[in-house]
């Protein structure tokens, strides 16, 4: 497998001299950019021999892609400029997690809330297959949405949407957190990424604990070999990463 680090891309040199293979960055954030400060990051991207292979955070917390609040308009327009940012970046897979942007408002009839997630997810597929970019479905635990909150839930919208750059996330984070059965990684695969912290705290991966090691388990039960980021919290994110680093690739040699 190979191994990233979400967080700020101003942090690739950093998160390169830890030993990453990738920076995993925040789409929400470097989309709203200036050009002045898009450049900057640019041109370090260009000092660094690692790059930002993934992204997740697909929306601001404020667009809203569920209900009567849905504006195509202003959704397509923010993501051909994100998308076009993930371009010049050489980025070509996102991460539909965006809870806040898909909770279902209340009072809205669920099957309604689904055919437009669905008619939602396959917009973001076109708009990314233009710029030859992939896009994860990532559940999420119920405390960050209500809506799509279970792997096999993710499966299901995937299928639903049916387009070859629409795939799915395993997050075992998420997984935990809903006690989702983790057998659903054999019976819901494959995935185009992954990502991983700690139940509970969802601190980095410092420690291969049994969970932990479930979890890479079962990645290797179904010849997983992609890409695998720490999406977590740490009080020193430069010293957790090296010691979760070491732990992700022992238990990938194992």
């Known amino acids: 497998m190979r191994f990233g680090l979400c967080t700020d891309i101003r942090n690739v040199l950093e998160v390169q001299e830890v030993g990453f293979d990738y920076v995993d960055g925040k789409l929400n954030q470097f989309a709203l950019w200036s050009q002045e400060d898009f450049d900057a990051v640019l041109e370090k991207f260009r000092q660094a021999s690692i790059k930002m292979e ?24 923010y993501l051909e400029n994100a998308f076009t940012r993930m371009d010049a970046l050489g980025c070509r897979l996102v991460v539909f997690g965006s809870g806040k942007s898909r909770v279902v408002p209340e009072g809205m009839k669920w099957q309604d809330a ?10 973001i597929g076109e708009i990314a297959a233009k710029h030859g970019i992939c896009v994860a479905i990532e559940p999420l635990n119920r405390a960050e949405t209500n809506f799509i909150n279970s792997l096999a839930e993710g499966a299901a919208l995937q299928a639903d949407v049916d387009m070859p750059n629409v795939g799915l996330l395993a997050d075992a984070y998420h997984m935990w957190q809903e006690n989702e059965d983790m057998n659903r990684i054999i019976t819901c695969s494959p995935f185009m990424h992954t990502h991983i912290a700690l139940r509970g705290s969802r601190a980095y991966p410092v420690e291969a604990n049994d969970d932990v ?7 290797h039960k ?33």
Do not use: H
């Open 213 to 219: 090691k479930t979890f890479f388990d079962l990645l």
């Open 114 to 123: 689904y055919r437009q997630l669905v008619a939602v997810t396959k917009i």
């Open 54 to 77: 993934r992204c997740s955070l697909l929306f601001p917390k404020t667009m809203v892609v569920i209900g009567e609040k849905y504006n195509e308009a202003e959704m397509r327009s």
């Open 222 to 254: 179904i010849g997983y070999d992609g890409t695998l980021s720490i999406e977590g919290k740490s009080d020193d994110w430069k010293a957790d990463s090296v010691k979760a680093l070491a732990v992700m690739r022992g238990l990938d040699r194992a």
